[in-house]
């Protein structure tokens, strides 16, 4: 099993920017291809991203793609989400997600695909 912490979110104006991070500990996080989802407020949660385990494979969500960038460091245990030219539609709670597969060949969109998860981040972006 992988502990996940999501630090970073925050409440920022629309055209801006900002990086969260997660950080891992429990299972070798090295061989664990990570995630990052969304939920906004009466909506399901949703797919953002997605990075193997040695960063050279990424997928995004076609909503996020050109703004955001899903990024790792093995050496610190931790897994970035570079989120640039936010709209006020990118409002939610962000959650980081560990698999027990460390790559995305199967293009892992679902929560299913995902075995751990961070309790969360909010971003809010105003108008």
């Known amino acids: 099993q992988v502990q996940l912490v999501e630090s970073g979110g925050g409440l920022v104006e629309a055209g801006n920017s900002l990086r969260l991070s997660c950080a891992a500990s429990g299972r070798t996080f090295s061989s664990s291809a990570m995630g990052w989802f969304r939920q906004a407020p009466g909506k399901e949660r949703e797919f953002v991203a997605a990075i193997n385990w040695s960063g050279d494979n990424t997928l995004y969500a076609d909503s996020v793609k050109g703004r955001f960038t899903i990024s790792r460091e093995n050496a610190k245990n931790t897994v970035y989400l570079q989120m640039n030219s936010l709209k006020p539609e990118d409002t939610a709670v962000y959650y980081c997600?560990?698999?027990?597969?460390?790559?995305?060949?199967?293009?892992?969109?679902?929560?299913?695909?995902?075995?751990?998860w961070g309790q969360g981040t909010q971003v809010t972006v105003s108008s």
């Open positions: 997600a560990a698999r027990s597969y460390s790559g995305i060949y199967d293009r892992p969109f679902s929560r299913r695909d995902y075995n751990d």
